[in-house]
């Protein structure tokens, strides 16, 4: 990894690049990513994910998951 910013390329200045020979396989949670990763600033995803979810209100437990759908969408928090 280095950084993006070489005196001609001014507006990637906060930008690294990736080689992505040197990457065995590229995850998004426990899928493996063919080609390259999304663009994050125009996306809408679900992805299946291992994470442990629980929803309660006032104590009582709602939901609880360990195979969560997570919903990924521009600009807002992950939702699951």
């Avoid at 995850?27 to 992805?47: A, K, N, T």
């Avoid at 291992?50 to 600009?75: F, K, P, Q, Y």
């Amino acid at each position: 990894m280095r950084e993006a910013i070489t005196t001609t390329m001014t507006d990637l200045k906060a930008y690294v690049v990736l080689d992505w020979d040197a990457f065995d396989t590229w995850l998004e949670e426990e899928h493996e990513m063919v080609g390259h990763p999304h663009d994050p600033f125009s996306r809408i995803d679900c992805l299946s994910s291992g994470r442990h979810v629980e929803i309660s209100l006032d104590g009582d437990v709602l939901a609880d998951s360990r195979r969560s759908v997570m919903l990924l969408e521009t600009w807002l928090p992950v939702r699951y």
